[in-house]
Every structure is written in structure tokens, then in C-alpha cells.
């Protein structure tokens, strides 16, 4: 089976950071993307890790270790506007590359 | 970047009656069409995945008589709910491979559908 977990929910000051984590037990891995979505929207891409490490853009940074299926995104100088639901998700390694998504973040940024 | 466009942003519809909403690929060619569901206060849900020409590939416990997806073209995919009931009210959503990016899925603005 797919699991991909997250923390269901996460609240945070403005001006501080925040890191979302991900566990994922998959069929397969072709990597794993992190997505910022507000209700109602269609989720924005935020950031994608194929490899081991720390992928950094600009306030959003994303890390992964493959061999422990462990992912986060960290979060800086956080602002009002980043209040969202988080959700990451694990493209597979079969022919049609799909998707599957984690049980999503909403994090709450509070003044 | 490539652009999905997906209709009708919302929809109203009496029980037992069937809606249609389409994804239309607008400046390149989607070999691949994903489905997803969402609930409120939950993450995307893959229903099916499907593929120009051919038959749609549903995941576990996705009803495919029940959501009928069509992908007769490279440009246009349709996911059908048929017999609606207010349990599948939800937010409906496509998304296609982006081939121009190297890690790129366009997603369209989604559907949300309300089964009365």
C-alpha cells in the first residue's frame, strides 16, 4: 500500500519558522514534491527532491533521505500569507508518473 | 507553462442526476490525464489515471462505473459522476504531466460539485 504522512495540523508566529515533516512508505519513488494549496485552489508548486539533501528557494526549503522515506519543508521568516495546507507527495516509478499525495499540512500563522 | 483548463468551476446538481466535467489541455498535448478527489479538510485523493485512446486506470475503491473518464483526445479529458448522491460532493481536480519542466504537473482550478 501507499502511505505518505504528515501532521494534520501546525500553528506558527509570524516571523519564525516551521518545519513540516513527511514519512512516506510507497510501491515506488521517482521523487517528491511539496505543494502549497489554499482551499478552493488548485495546489502551487513549492519545491521537488529526487535525490538526498536540501533543496533551498529562498524562504522554502526542502530535504529528503530516501532511505529513511523521510521528507520536510521548512518554512522562514513566515508570513500571514502562508497560511495554507501543505501537502507533499510521491511521484512513482511507474510509466505514467503519477502523483500520490500525503495527508496534508494546514498550518496556521498567527500575528 | 502549460495550461489546464477545467470546467465548470462549480455545479449544483439534483441527486441521481449525472455531471460532466471536462480538462482541457490549452497550448500542449496531454497524453496523461490524472484525477483527483478532495474532501474538505483533507489531502488529494488519486481516483484514476488516464491515458488518450485507452482505457482509464482506476485505483482501489474508485467505482468505475460510477466515474466514468473519457480521454478521446490529446487536448480533452472527462471525468462523468453518474447517479450523483450528496456523498460525492467533493472537489474535483485534474492534473497532467508538464513535459516542458523536468519536475512539472499543471493542474487545472478545479470542480466543486454539490449533490442536493
Known amino acids: 500500500g501507499q502511505n505518505i504522512d504528515q501532521p494534520t495540523e501546525m500553528t506558527a508566529t509570524e516571523g519564525a519558522i516551521v518545519q513540516i515533516n513527511c514519512t512516506y512508505q510507497?510501491?515506488?519513488?521517482?521523487?517528491l514534491f511539496w505543494y502549497q494549496q489554499h482551499a478552493g485552489e488548485a495546489p502551487t508548486f513549492l519545491s521537488y527532491?529526487?535525490?538526498?539533501g536540501l533543496e533551498e528557494k529562498g524562504r522554502f526549503s526542502s530535504f529528503l533521505s530516501r532511505s529513511k522515506g523521510y521528507s520536510y519543508l521548512l518554512l522562514k521568516e513566515l508570513q500571514m500569507k502562508d497560511s495554507a495546507s501543505y501537502l507533499c507527495?510521491?511521484?512513482?516509478?511507474?510509466?505514467?508518473?503519477?502523483?500520490?499525495f500525503g495527508t496534508g499540512t494546514l498550518l496556521a500563522v498567527q500575528p | 507553462g502549460a495550461v489546464v483548463s477545467q470546467h465548470p468551476s462549480w455545479v449544483i446538481c439534483k441527486s441521481g442526476t449525472s455531471v460532466k466535467i471536462e480538462c482541457r489541455s490549452l497550448?500542449?498535448?496531454?497524453?496523461?490525464m490524472f484525477w483527483y478527489r478532495q474532501f474538505p479538510k483533507q489531502s488529494l485523493m488519486l481516483m484514476a489515471t488516464?491515458?488518450?485512446?485507452?482505457?482509464?486506470?482506476?485505483e482501489q475503491g474508485v467505482e468505475k462505473d460510477k466515474f466514468l473518464i473519457n480521454h478521446a483526445s490529446l487536448t480533452l479529458s472527462t471525468l462523468t459522476v453518474t447517479s450523483a448522491h450528496p456523498e460525492d460532493s467533493s472537489f474535483y481536480i485534474c492534473?497532467?504531466?508538464?513535459?516542458?519542466?523536468?519536475?512539472?504537473?499543471?493542474f487545472g482550478s478545479g470542480t466543486r460539485l454539490t449533490v442536493v
Open positions: 507527495a510521491v511521484r512513482d516509478g511507474g510509466a505514467t508518473n503519477k502523483l500520490i
Open positions: 510507497t510501491s515506488g519513488f521517482n521523487g
Open positions: 527532491n529526487v535525490l538526498d
Open positions: 497550448d500542449f498535448q496531454a497524453t496523461t
Open positions: 488516464s491515458n488518450e485512446g485507452s482505457k482509464a486506470t482506476y
Open positions: 492534473s497532467t504531466r508538464d513535459r516542458g519542466r523536468v519536475f512539472g504537473y499543471t
